[in-house]
T-cell receptor, first 116, second 114 residues
């Protein structure tokens, strides 16, 4: 079945560490996105990518980095520069192009990151 | 940037009741989606509906783009409908395409009691 796989489901980070969250999709979607969700809040965009080897900052990119070396993969690194990284991180993908009839997002199941 | 307001913020229902959730947005959009987030955090896309009306089982949605609002109707609610419902939009002036980053509302928390 097609979908998005995020790993790990739970991640604990020590102060000063960088950690990388994985996101893989087999939907053949061109666009991929990373969102952050804090308790009781909506989703805020961190980074997005519309094509391999290209990505754009979202609304809260500081302290995060991404890469898009393959169409299927869009890993997110939470660096030590991110001062408050404890949150729920969600990856999504969607179709692009004028030929698509539905630009709806498909989300992964998320990664809960906690700083210890 | 575009503002997205959802109402009500909280809604409590008895099983079998009907409900209407509203999403107001401050600018013209070319992409509007409704999502359900279950208690475990999984977000499911319910509708891609930048305009018009769609139905899927007990759920239906209507977007009146000229008046900048969308409605999500849930009929004969079930306990499994509980969770958070999000509306998300992309402003038309962000570019000529319908893809790209979405701005999310704060959500409506729905609790359905048996």
């Amino acid at each position: 079945d097609g979908g998005i796989t995020q790993s790990p489901k739970y991640l604990f980070r020590k102060e000063g560490q960088n950690v990388t969250l994985s996101c893989e999709q087999n939907l053949n979607h061109d666009a991929m996105y990373w969102y952050r969700q804090d308790p009781g809040q909506g989703l805020r965009l961190i980074y997005y990518s519309q094509i391999v080897n290209d990505f754009q900052k979202g609304d809260i990119a500081e302290g995060y980095s991404v890469s898009r070396e393959k169409k299927e993969s869009f890993p997110l690194t939470v660096t030590s520069a991110q001062k408050n990284p404890t949150a729920f991180y969600l990856c999504a993908s969607s179709s692009l192009g004028a030929g698509a009839t539905n630009y709806g997002y498909t989300f992964g199941s998320g990664t809960r990151l906690t700083v210890v | 940037g575009i503002q997205v307001e959802q109402s009500p913020p909280d809604l409590i229902l008895q099983e079998g009741a009907n409900s209407t959730l509203r999403c107001n947005f401050s600018d013209s959009v070319n992409n509007l989606q409704w999502f359900h987030q279950n208690p475990w955090g999984q977000l499911i896309n319910l509708f891609y509906i930048p305009s018009g009306t769609k139905q899927n089982g007990r759920l239906s949605a209507t977007t009146v783009a000229t008046e900048r609002y969308s409605l999500l109707y849930i009929s004969s609610s079930q306990t499994t409908d509980s969770g958070v419902y999000f509306c998300a939009v992309r402003p038309l002036n962000a570019g000529g395409t319908s893809y790209g980053k979405l701005t999310f509302g704060q959500g409506t928390i729905l609790t359905v009691h048996p």
